[in-house]
């Protein structure tokens, strides 16, 4: 039986005595989308996975995404997304966000993979936007209730832009599109209230003017940033995570550069254990 190990109040655990690389039974794989739910992020040391176990793993919790719109993929594996950085190829994650909330139903969860790691830097940080929610002011959570906000692709302008200059840029806005999510957001599962904005991708808030639309996302922002919302994980080579992406949100610190990096990484639409 694998065991759980909290590493905050808020959000994160560690989970042992269990490989991720051996065909899991049911019963186990029950008891890791359980304490994914409760943890909201879940961590795993000493696991040299497969790509194939990596699939795996994923299909176990839900739909594959198919491929990431920008980043590269591991070769014969178009749904593992290949993250490798160094001084030559800097990282773009140093931004509080959920991934793809520019599209209508962004993923469920993700699965990461680290296959060769720094020594020293190159942590990652996830944050509960369900305690970040739960500490806000009574009178800010009655005023978000009723609000949306638009998300875009946001940073990942710099990658078209990088490729083909403004026109890249202008075409990748009509292809990858824009998507609009309710402000305060409640888990299928959980039922937890969470905060649903992100500083790389929510850029205005609906029917609002650009001036108090900045101020309620700015204040949302700083408030997420909070260290008590957060857990902060040391990689090591073949450490895995697995986070609940409706109700976090991660940063990927660079602070090791120009070490190298390799990271892969399996996203997973649909949640099949929610049947709302």
């Known amino acids: 039986m694998l065991k759980v190990t909290p590493l905050t109040p808020s959000i994160g655990a560690i989970i042992s005595e269990v490989s991720l690389n051996k065909d899991l039974n049911s019963e186990t794989i029950e008891q890791i989308y359980s304490a994914l739910i409760r943890y909201q992020v879940i961590f795993f040391r000493d696991q040299n996975i497969s790509p194939e176990s990596h699939l795996k793993l994923a299909e176990s919790l839900g739909e594959i995404d198919p491929g990431h719109p920008v980043y590269p993929h591991v070769e014969g594996h178009q749904s593992i997304v290949l993250l490798k950085n160094d001084a030559n190829n800097r990282p773009d994650t140093n931004d509080w966000h959920k991934d793809l909330t520019f599209k209508p139903n962004p993923p469920f969860a993700s699965i990461l993979h680290s296959v060769k790691v720094p020594k020293v830097g190159g942590d990652t940080l996830w944050a509960s936007m369900s305690a970040a929610y739960d500490k806000l002011p009574n009178g800010w959570k009655a005023h978000l209730e009723e609000l949306e906000a638009i998300h875009d692709m946001g940073t990942f302008r710099n990658d078209f832009y990088k490729e083909g200059g403004i026109d ?97 990484r399996v996203t997973v639409i649909n949640d099949k254990r929610d049947k709302s």
């Not at 409640?186 to 029917?207: A, D, E, M, W």
Request: overall charge neutral.
């Open 168 to 264: 890249s840029v202008n075409n990748a806005l009509k292809k990858v599109g824009s998507a609009v999510h309710k402000v305060i957001e409640t888990h299928p599962i959980s039922g937890l209230k969470y905060l649903n904005v992100n500083q790389s991708f929510t850029r205005n808030i609906v029917n609002e003017s650009q001036g108090p639309s900045d101020h309620i996302l700015q204040f949302l922002f700083q408030h997420i940033s909070k260290p008590e919302f957060q857990v902060r994980f040391h990689w090591e080579d073949n450490s895995v995570a697995i986070w609940d992406n409706r109700i976090t949100q991660h940063y990927a610190v660079f602070d090791y550069l120009p070490e190298f990096r390799h990271m892969q």
